[in-house]
C-alpha cells in the first residue's frame, strides 16, 4: 500500500474538500396548488406544469373521491357548454334578422 511521504496540513485538505458541501435546492411554489417544487418540473401535488395538466392526479386517489373529481369536471364543462350555445344563439338571432331587414329592403325596392 502506498504511504503519504509528508503530513497534509489542514490547510490543503480543505482547499482540496472545499466543493463537497452541499448545496441548497432553489424551490419556487406551484401556482396551481401553493405547494413548494423545484422549477421547470411538474408538480407532485397537483400534476401541473405552466398552466396544463400532465399527470392525472385523480388515478392516485380511491374510487370514491375519483368519481366526486368526475361529477366536478362534467359539471364545468357542461356549464361552459351552455354558455358556448347562448352566445352561438345570440348570434344566430342577430345573423337572421339582418337577413330579415335585407329581405323587407329588397322587397320594398322591388328586387327579386
Excluded at 400534476?47 to 374510487?63: A, H, N, S, V
Amino acid at each position: 500500500m502506498p504511504h503519504p511521504k509528508k503530513k497534509t496540513s489542514k490547510a490543503a485538505k480543505n482547499q482540496r474538500r472545499s466543493h463537497h458541501a452541499l448545496k441548497s435546492i432553489n424551490l419556487i411554489k406551484c401556482p396551481k396548488c401553493e405547494k413548494a417544487i423545484k422549477p421547470h418540473t411538474v408538480c407532485d401535488g397537483c400534476g401541473f406544469y405552466k398552466g396544463k395538466e400532465y399527470i392525472d392526479m385523480t388515478k392516485k386517489l380511491p374510487r370514491k373521491q375519483r368519481a366526486k373529481i368526475e361529477k366536478k369536471k362534467v359539471k364545468e364543462e357542461s356549464k361552459e357548454l351552455k354558455k358556448i350555445n347562448k352566445e352561438s344563439e345570440k348570434i344566430r338571432k342577430i345573423d337572421h334578422k339582418s337577413d330579415r331587414i335585407e329581405g323587407i329592403k329588397s322587397v320594398v325596392r322591388g328586387d327579386k
